[in-house]
């Protein structure tokens, strides 16, 4: 492409500071290094974690910063060492990477890779972003806020051309997150009871993996009832809203089950909810796992909860390889094993995300997808 080589100028959403709207700018987006890809971000799903980032974590040093880590674009162009891909060729990035050499990689136990960014500022100190001047950052290490972006290969995932981008960005983060929980970390079995706790994307996502995994009951909870009719869709069984129970919602589902259920979910990030999650499981086998996303506070528990034989665990990404298993779900969704476009409740523009962010914080839609640049 012509602008193979240079430095390219474009548009992109730049947070320069905690807690205040996106600013559309002009930011430059250096060439491709060694082993790196060039992608022109075609479109953009937001995701609470862009929310948390802006809004919870509020980093000092995480900023300025794209934001953005669910989208899927087309590879622009490639640094020396790239052989994998090539110009044209559509692509989703990684918040997570599969570098296939470390420890990590080389276990089938984890998804989880030693090249990462740091958790605390949730970016890494390299970036190919500049503006105004100043180095932003890249946020998750994807920044899909911004026409163009530049990644590592290992972080890149190489789907069918026949995909459409404006679908299955969504597979870049909510939910293969949410459904891997289900089925990779927690490992649902049939006929199993669950409960899944916050109902957006993610919940969904892991509502849609416990009904693949052959549960034959899955129980919604939520504070929002609005979310229920979407739930039904994805496989939900049963529902509840905290807020109609005066005691603990553990305790309802435990009336409701007959002791608790084989498996809960927690999909939102809060600690007092990953509580109620294991709480709710029953005592014996009963498997917790956390999903959402938070590293401003401390979760607890009563260890005899634990000892009783629960067991609590973490997911990240759904415990996918994501260069492996990526290309894999494009390929359900386009055999139509796996649903995608039930997720998506509004489409907008990339010059309109404080409003999709806005959408986001109200619990008024379950994804927005960005158009970003056409295709």
């Given at each position: ?21 996106l ?13 790196e ?32 880590h ?45 090249n ?78 669950c ?44 529902f ?20 608790g ?47 009783g ?33 039930d ?33």
């Open positions: 492409m012509a602008t193979a080589g240079k430095v390219i100028k474009c548009k992109a959403a730049v947070a320069w500071e905690p807690n205040k709207p600013v559309m700018e002009e930011i430059e987006v250096a060439p491709p290094q060694a082993n890809v060039r992608i022109k971000i075609v479109a953009t799903g937001v995701c609470h974690t862009d929310l948390y980032h802006l809004f919870e974590g509020m980093h000092k040093d995480g900023f300025p910063a794209v934001l953005g669910e989208g899927a674009g087309v590879v622009e162009s490639v640094g020396t060492g790239v052989s994998e891909f090539q110009p044209g060729d559509k692509v989703i990035p990684l918040f997570i990477p599969q570098c296939g050499e470390c420890r990590f990689c080389k276990s089938p136990k984890t998804n989880q890779c030693v990462t960014w740091n958790a605390d500022v949730m970016s890494d100190p390299e970036s190919r972003f500049t503006c105004k001047g100043k180095k932003v950052l890249q946020f998750m290490g994807t920044s899909t806020f911004s026409e163009y972006t530049v990644m590592n290969q290992m972080a890149v995932a190489k789907i069918d051309p026949a995909a459409p981008l404006d679908k299955v960005c969504l597979l870049g983060c909510g939910i293969c997150t949410g459904y891997g929980a289900a089925v990779n970390t927690a490992k649902v079995e049939p006929g199993s009871t409960a899944v706790f916050g109902l957006g994307a993610v919940g969904l996502a892991a509502v849609m993996g416990c009904q693949a995994a052959g549960a034959k009951r899955i129980i919604a909870v939520d504070v929002n009832p609005e979310k229920f009719v979407k739930a039904k869709v994805f496989g939900a069984t049963d509840v809203n905290p807020k109609d129970h005066s005691g603990p919602v553990s305790q309802v589902l435990s009336e409701m089950t007959g002791g259920v084989d498996f809960s979910l927690e999909c939102v990030g809060n600690v007092a909810v990953m509580r109620s999650a294991l709480e709710s499981c029953i005592q014996g086998w009963g498997v917790s796992v956390m999903v959402g996303w938070t590293t401003t506070e401390d979760f607890s528990a009563r260890p005899l909860q634990l000892i034989g629960r067991t609590w665990k973490g997911s990240a990404f759904g415990g996918f390889k994501g260069r492996d298993a990526v290309p894999l779900m494009v390929k359900a969704y386009l055999d139509k094993k796996i649903k995608v476009d997720f998506i409740t509004h489409n907008m523009t990339l010059d309109q995300v404080n409003d999709a962010i806005e959408l986001m914080k109200r619990g008024k839609c379950i994804r927005t997808v960005m158009t970003v640049s056409p295709e």
